[in-house]
């Protein structure tokens, strides 16, 4: 059973970091074709992925935000991570993690975990 | 970047209708395109890889197409359950997700 969980600080101050932890357990970031993707939606809004990364540790960031982020894994722990620099209140949203699976038909975010809020303000 | 315009922006249609949401991109993608629904307060989930191809457990109502770059999501008989907030979401290029389809029902 595959399930994922995502924790972070719930609020924080703008300019900070926000640092947040992605719980998985069914799966293991160490095997072939397997991944961690990093999504984000805004109270009402639609859906905004971040980053992923993969079992061979291959990293990819979503171009707009690239120079605010850091994905990482812990294969060991059975955890990611997803840091962001320098938050303002723009980055207030509801951040999901989300199980990436491939197969020879493609590759697809198969589960996600509930998601947590984080609120930047002052 | 690609860009994915997806449309309507909401919808509400009766039982048993048919219902289509379709989500054109910017460029070529090929088969790189999913669609994921969205219920109130919850995390989306996966109906629809590779454009056609419909995730594991997912009723069979729901079907997906392909004709160029536009990608079309379909039910064939909208159930009450299938109300929420539908999404395209391209994986070809530094994934971008359309903007969302509002499904109400009459």
């Known amino acids: 059973q595959v399930t994922l969980k995502e924790s972070g600080p719930g609020i924080l101050q703008p300019s900070q970091t926000l640092s947040l932890t992605c719980t998985f357990s069914g799966f293991s970031l160490s095997t072939y074709g397997m991944g961690v993707g990093w999504i984000r939606q805004p109270s009402g809004k639609g859906l905004e992925w971040l980053a992923n990364i993969w079992w061979d540790d291959d990293k990819y960031y979503n171009p707009s935000l690239k120079n605010r982020l850091t994905i990482s894994k812990d294969t060991s722990n059975n955890q990611a991570f997803l840091k962001i620099t320098n938050v303002d209140t723009a980055d207030t949203a509801t951040y999901y993690c989300?199980?990436?699976?491939?197969?020879?038909?493609?590759?697809?975010?198969?589960?996600w975990g509930p998601g947590t809020m984080v609120t930047v303000s002052s | 970047d690609i860009q994915l315009t997806q449309s309507p922006a909401s919808l509400s249609a009766s039982p048993d209708e048919i219902v289509t949401i379709t989500c054109q991109a910017s460029?070529?993608?090929?088969?790189?395109l999913l669609w994921y629904q969205q219920k109130p307060g919850k995390s989306p989930q996966l109906l629809i890889y590779?454009?056609?191809i419909l995730a594991d457990g997912v009723p069979s109502r729901f079907s997906g197409s392909r004709s160029g770059t536009q990608y079309s999501l379909k039910i064939s008989r909208l159930q009450v359950e299938d109300i929420g907030t539908y999404y395209c979401l391209q994986v070809s290029s530094s994934l971008t997700f359309g903007s969302g389809t509002k499904l109400e029902i009459k």
């Open positions: 590779s454009a056609t």
């Open positions: 460029q070529d993608i090929g088969s790189s």
């Open positions: 989300a199980r990436i699976a491939e197969n020879w038909e493609g590759w697809y975010f198969d589960f």
